[in-house]
């Protein structure tokens, strides 16, 4: 027992989640001084201009398209799904990581997910924006977007709930409504605390509003936790199902490519995936601009690098039991659009995906690369990179070539495509910039209670 | 503890809201909430940074009802989007998908999954923050300044002046002696700030006019208007587009209208070719098939006449076919009235043209029913094809079994005669053919070959007929013999009949 040197209490226990000398009051001030200083860092001014210029362009293209009609985009027929699909499963994707890492990682116990979940349900809301607005824009005349909702309308008519396009609309309706409930519930107590600190009567009274007069009451909290509990509850299988929907448009579809089974839990994989990268992706820069380093520590990082590959390599299998199965089932259009999909007009875009998505994960395996924040970071925009060409992929390579060989077509973007997606970045870089200024970013009350000192030792039983 | 106590009169306790006492950690806090439960207190609460494990217990909190009213809102959401995607997909507005039922439970699940979720969520967020008094901006907790530090690293425990047990000075030694670092009364305010006075008569001004829009719709509802319509988007109401007869800059012939391509049907222009599918050419019948008749064809038309012609017409197209037989039956009884069909070899329906008889199959004729919708065109050019040679061969071949039956005996002998090619060789007029004359012969004796004579009676015919050779008669060209014929005993009965005639 004495001597065990070998045997240190690092390797058999995980790093503390609150590195530091940190007690409750220095959490406090870690998270709440970024919001209280007197002006945001250098690199906060770049980013957040940059962002609202590209929020610009991207107001631009859509006044454009919706004064000129969806011709300006490069949709055409057979690809009459383009990018605008594209960047909503892209998009919706990225959303889930939030709501997971919120929900599903709550259920489980896992203290770690405390240091990053206000981050990542903020940006599960901000993506759920982006991709919202996608089919809402393509649907070319958008004044009449209401049609979408079982509302009484002028031609008498309801919606079609067998389109798996209008269970979208109500999944994707859901998930955003929800996500905004869970990630407002969690502020409400950090507010209570931004507002009092206040020292000017603005922010006292806007805090104020917003933390509906919160006072930490031990009989609030009681309730408080238990709807925490049940909105986690709701959220995980809800989190599974939204992408399920996305992707019920197109299994349920008769197009070789997309008329597979294995969509639904090979979507879901796929959205975990992008989302942890979004995730490292802003956590890195953001942890180290905030000076949030003993929150967000490099076990956190170390954590989600390995769910990006384990994520990665189920996406990996579902790559390759598309081909297997395209090959068993002796479906010889099955077999074709496979073989068009990696060795046909958009081999590169295919071989991209793979590489990005499949290959580049595996250097996780490694624990010095892990803890290598340049790598991680670079490794997190490959997976961005990939899990945007996978959604090409799967959307483009199917219905370039479909049935008619006569309509066969090579499906090129237009510039409004291309900045409509930039300017996607800009709404969602806009939205996270001010989440960053202005609310919490660590969920200040949860990562209290992961400290020791939190809880309370039964020394009378 | 604090300069307030002493400044406050006994006379103005009812403005005391409580006491608050701070501690530094959990543990402290934890064993004091248990104390103050013991000691009977009911209006009083602690106040912590993040949620204390544990203290639900010390503090005797029961469990929160929340989870089930949750529950029924669930259900009630999974109600309201069966009943929805019922009344809208099936009931006020049916769908036909497909020829799918019109209500079938697997295809409302993802909506009726959603509905649940979002159903469940706004009730645990609503319901908890209703439950727990909140949105409440005001509490006179949050005007202490030490007190703000109950949601940073400070514990407290706050008891209210209208709890029973509560005795200022008592409860502050109480909690004294609970190890709480700091104790402080807490007033209520002196002063309430009150509402605008006039804010009520402007909150039914703005409710009124909240009324306008709807009531605007419902005054336009179902009505129509003189009024051109606002087009938000010209260019789709309005498109550009080309004319039947208008003028085209674009084309070298300067017209919008296009010629169609080499070799194509323009539709409703399929049947164009008359003599084909209506048999008639101009306002006249065809007199001919207007194709090429075959072997093929009739035996086409032989299968189809078969299937849907025999029925009525007979196979042999006389007009006796089943349901003829049973339709006149039923007719005798009284049951019917019937129009006996056709018959096909009638003189009249063999010089019908071609495309009349067509136009019969096609559309019916008198109580014969159209074939159209069984016979495509081909079928029934085969079947008037069928029908004509059937018509024709019927019309030379003799009466039918029918008639046969409605004759005497002696004019079915004298068809026999013929049939039975017994005309080839006897004469029915005294000339020599090959055997001897059959006329003016019955009765009477007939000499032999042998020199003998016998009656020609019904027995030697009968005999003559079996076994010819037996009694061979005198007066045919010698040397000649008679084949024996195969011939039932009611055919010689009536070649007899016949005979007897023969004088």
Redesign the interface.
């Known amino acids: 027992m004495a001597d065990s040197s070998a045997i240190t209490h690092e390797a058999v226990f995980p790093p503390a989640l609150v590195q530091g000398k940190n007690?409750?009051?220095s959490i406090?001030e870690t998270v709440c001084g970024v919001l209280e200083a007197p002006k945001p860092p250098k690199s906060w001014y770049m980013i957040f201009g940059t962002a609202v210029a590209l929020l610009g362009v991207l107001g631009a293209m859509i006044v454009y398209l919706i004064a000129t009609?969806v011709g300006v985009w490069g949709n055409n027929q057979p690809v009459a799904w383009g990018w605008p699909i594209v960047n909503f499963v892209f998009w919706v994707g990225i959303g889930h990581a939030g709501t997971l890492i919120s929900a599903v990682l709550f259920l489980f116990r896992q203290d770690w997910r405390t240091g990053i979940n206000r981050f990542s349900e903020a940006m599960t809301i901000f993506a759920v924006i982006c991709a919202g607005m996608f089919p809402a824009i393509h649907v070319g005349?958008i004044?009449v977007i209401w049609w979408v909702f079982?509302l009484p309308n002028q031609m008498?008519?309801?919606?079609?709930?067998?389109s798996?396009l209008?269970?979208d609309v109500?999944?994707v309706s859901?998930y955003f409504?929800?996500s905004l409930?869970?990630w407002y519930?969690g502020l409400v107590?950090d507010l209570?605390?931004v507002?009092?600190?206040a020292k000017t009567k603005a922010r006292r009274f806007w805090y104020?509003?917003f933390a509906?007069?919160?006072?930490?009451?031990?009989?609030?909290?009681?309730?408080?936790?238990?709807?925490y509990l049940?909105?986690a509850a709701?959220?995980t299988?809800?989190v599974l199902?939204v992408h399920s929907?996305v992707s019920?448009d197109f299994a349920t579809s008769q197009l070789p490519g997309w008329h597979t089974t294995i969509f639904p839990p090979y979507f879901v994989a796929g959205a975990i995936f992008s989302g942890f990268a979004m995730v490292l992706t802003l956590s890195i820069p953001a942890r180290k601009i905030f000076g949030l380093e003993e929150l967000i520590t490099m076990r956190h990082i170390d954590n989600m690098c390995k769910v990006i590959m384990a994520t990665g390599m189920m996406v990996g299998y579902a790559y390759a039991m598309e081909f297997f199965m395209a090959w068993y089932s002796g479906n010889e259009y099955e077999g074709f659009a496979f073989i068009n999909r990696a060795f046909g007009p958009y081999w590169w875009a295919y071989w991209i995906m793979v590489s990005c998505n499949v290959l580049s994960p595996q250097i996780f395996w490694s624990k010095k690369m892990r803890n290598n924040l340049t790598v991680v970071f670079i490794m997190s925009i490959f997976v961005n990179i990939g899990m945007w060409f996978e959604r090409f992929v799967i959307t483009v390579t199917s219905l370039n070539r479909d049935f008619l060989p006569s309509s066969w077509h090579y499906f090129s973007p237009t510039w409004v495509d291309v900045l409509t997606l930039l300017g996607s970045f800009g709404l969602f870089f806009t939205f996270f910039m001010l989440f960053c200024r202005y609310l919490p970013q660590v969920a200040?009350?949860?990562v209290?209670?992961v400290l020791p000192?939190?809880?309370?030792?039964?020394?009378?039983h | 503890m604090s300069h307030d106590m002493s400044n406050v009169p006994s006379s103005s306790e009812p403005e005391m809201y409580g006491l608050m006492a701070e501690f530094h950690?959990?543990?402290t806090?934890?064993?004091a909430a248990s104390k103050v439960r013991e000691a009977g207190y009911r209006h009083w609460?602690?106040?912590?940074?993040?949620?204390?494990?544990?203290?639900?217990d010390h503090?005797g909190?029961k469990f929160?009802k929340?989870?089930w009213i949750?529950l029924f809102m669930g259900l009630l959401g999974l109600g309201s989007a069966i009943l929805?995607?019922w009344w809208?997909?099936a009931y006020?507005?049916p769908?036909d998908?497909s020829g799918?039922p019109v209500w079938s439970i697997p295809?409302?699940v993802?909506?009726m999954?959603?509905?649940t979720?979002?159903f469940?969520?706004?009730t645990?967020?609503f319901?908890?923050?209703i439950?727990?008094?909140?949105?409440?901006?005001?509490?006179p907790?949050?005007r202490k300044e030490r007190?703000?530090?109950?949601?940073?690293?400070r514990f407290?425990i706050s008891i209210e002046a209208k709890d029973g047990l509560y005795n200022e000075a008592d409860t502050t030694a109480f909690l004294q002696g609970l190890g709480a670092d700091h104790i402080e009364s807490v007033e209520e305010p002196a002063e309430r700030t009150k509402l605008p006075s006039n804010l009520k008569g402007k909150l039914i001004v703005a409710a009124c006019l909240l009324f306008v829009p709807p009531a605007m719709v419902y005054n336009s509802y179902g009505k129509t208007t003189t009024k051109t319509r606002v087009h938000?988007?010209p260019d789709?109401d309005m498109q550009p587009r080309f004319r039947a007869q208008g003028a085209s800059a674009f084309f070298a012939d300067g017209r919008m209208s296009r010629q169609p391509v080499e070799g194509t049907v323009a539709q409703g222009e399929l049947n164009l070719d008359t003599a084909w599918h209506q048999g008639k050419d101009g306002a006249d019948y065809v007199q001919k098939i207007p194709s090429v008749v075959d072997e093929a064809m009739l035996d086409r038309g032989r299968q189809r006449f078969g299937i849907y012609c025999a029925p009525c017409h007979g196979h042999d197209g006389r007009g006796q076919g089943t349901v003829h037989k049973r339709a006149s039956l039923l007719t005798d009884q009284g049951h019917a009235q019937w129009v006996p069909p056709t018959d096909l070899s009638a003189k009249r329906i063999l010089e019908q043209p071609a495309g009349m008889i067509y136009e019969t199959i096609a559309q019916g004729r008198n109580n014969m029913p159209a074939y159209a919708v069984q016979m495509p065109v081909a079928d029934r050019w085969a079947v008037v094809a069928y029908t004509q040679a059937l018509g024709l061969a019927q019309a030379t071949a003799g009466p039918s079994e029918e008639e046969l039956n409605t004759m005497t005996p002696a004019q079915r002998g004298e068809i026999l005669f013929k049939d039975k090619t017994c005309n080839a060789c006897h004469s029915i007029d005294g000339s020599v053919i090959l055997g001897p004359p059959l006329n003016g012969r019955f009765g009477k004796d007939a000499s032999l070959a042998d020199g003998t004579t016998v009656l020609f009676d019904d027995a030697y015919v009968i005999e003559s007929i079996k076994d010819p050779n037996a009694k061979m008669a005198t007066g045919g060209l010698p040397g000649m013999v008679m084949a024996p014929l195969p011939t039932s005993d009611e055919e010689i009965a009536d070649l007899i009949e016949y005979m007897k005639t023969l004088k």
């Open positions: 007690d409750f009051h406090t009609g005349r004044w079982p008498s008519m309801w919606p079609n709930f067998r798996p209008l269970w109500f999944a859901t409504s929800v409930l869970f519930m107590p209570a605390t507002r009092d600190r104020g509003l509906l007069g919160w006072n930490g009451s031990n009989r609030q909290w009681h309730r408080y936790e238990r709807a049940l909105l709701l959220a299988p809800l199902s929907v019920f200040i009350s949860e209290k209670n000192e939190a809880h309370p030792h039964h020394e009378d | 950690d959990v543990n806090l934890c064993a609460d602690c106040h912590t940074p993040f949620p204390v494990h544990g203290l639900d503090m909190i929160t929340l989870p949750v929805m995607q809208m997909n006020d507005y769908y998908i799918k295809a409302n993802p909506v999954f959603e509905l979720v979002l469940s969520a706004f645990a967020f319901a908890m923050w439950m727990n008094g909140l949105p409440r901006w005001y509490n907790l949050l007190f703000a530090r109950a949601t940073d690293d407290f938000l988007v789709m």
